[in-house]
């Protein structure tokens, strides 16, 4: 489990994160959603120190970060063995075939030997149907086979929760639907996942729990079930909203 108290975050005296305190859980998916600029992107990166709050506190396992504090080499490296960020295609190693990039990390980071991290990165590759594709180059896939790589990419590194933003803006419809399908598989798989995402049908398949945040305070923090089968006045006008953006 990931626990955040008291995390704030400041961008030019704008307060971006208001003292939220929540809990994320492993083997479940949670997603952030709210309106654009309350803060989900910030939450998120905080939670791989892509951001670093002004002040508050991160536990998982038996680390905790104080993040008004200096934090060291070593913890912020335990940090990331635990959350692994799944970035948009353009960070694939274009040098580097599929197994490659996929590879690279466990073998340098993890001092996976090469034969083990290859068995696990075709395993990984079978698991979003790639498995054809392992000697490609990343200019050589579509953005959607490219996002199911970066996925493996994240998984491959072992951690306890892999953590998404809006994992499919960049792509089409069609390209959108395999990403997402995969993503639903492996929620059913129990991997834990923190998903920020605008798309509201992939939310309600895939959630165990939602965070509505707006100008960077909690909303709304429960199950899905609830925050889509009972919204309050507040969460419905928003998904009326984000309904009628859709169409
Ligand atoms: N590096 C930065 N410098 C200054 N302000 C920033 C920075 N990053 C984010 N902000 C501000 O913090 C607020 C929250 O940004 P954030 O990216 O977390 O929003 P978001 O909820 O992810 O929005 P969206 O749905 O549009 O992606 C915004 O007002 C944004 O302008
Ligand atoms: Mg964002």
Redesign the pocket.
């Known amino acids: 489990m990931i626990s955040i108290h008291n995390l704030a975050?400041k961008?030019?005296n704008?307060t971006?994160?208001d003292n939220l305190s929540l809990d994320f859980q492993t083997q479940e998916t949670t997603v952030?959603v709210?309106?654009?600029?309350?803060?989900?992107?910030?939450?998120?990166?905080s939670l791989n120190l892509l951001?670093r709050p002004d002040s508050g506190t991160l536990s998982i396992d038996d680390l905790t970060i104080d993040f008004a504090t200096k934090i060291s080499k070593t913890t912020s490296q335990k940090l990331l063995q635990k959350t692994s960020m799944v970035f948009q295609n353009w960070n694939l190693f274009p040098n580097l075939s599929v197994i490659e990039n996929i590879t690279i990390a466990p073998i340098e980071n993890l001092h996976q030997s090469k034969d083990i991290a290859f068995t696990k990165a075709k395993k990984l590759l079978e698991l979003v149907n790639l498995s054809d594709y392992e000697n490609y180059y990343p200019q050589q896939l579509s953005g959607g086979q490219q996002q199911r790589i970066s996925i493996c990419r994240a998984l491959a590194m072992e951690p306890e929760f892999i953590l998404l933003?809006?994992p499919t803006s960049a792509l089409d419809p069609e390209l959108e639907n395999q990403v997402l399908r995969i993503l639903t598989d492996l929620s059913h798989k129990k991997q834990s996942m923190i998903i920020?995402t605008?798309n509201m049908e992939f939310a309600k398949l895939v959630a165990d729990k939602i965070i509505f945040?707006e100008a960077?305070k909690i909303i709304f923090n429960g199950q899905s079930e609830e925050f889509f089968q009972k919204p309050s006045p507040r969460i419905e006008q928003f998904l009326s909203k984000m309904t009628l953006e859709k169409d």
């Open positions: 975050k961008y030019d704008k971006v994160l952030i709210g309106p654009s600029g309350s803060g989900k992107s910030t939450l998120l990166k951001v933003d809006e920020v605008h945040l960077g």
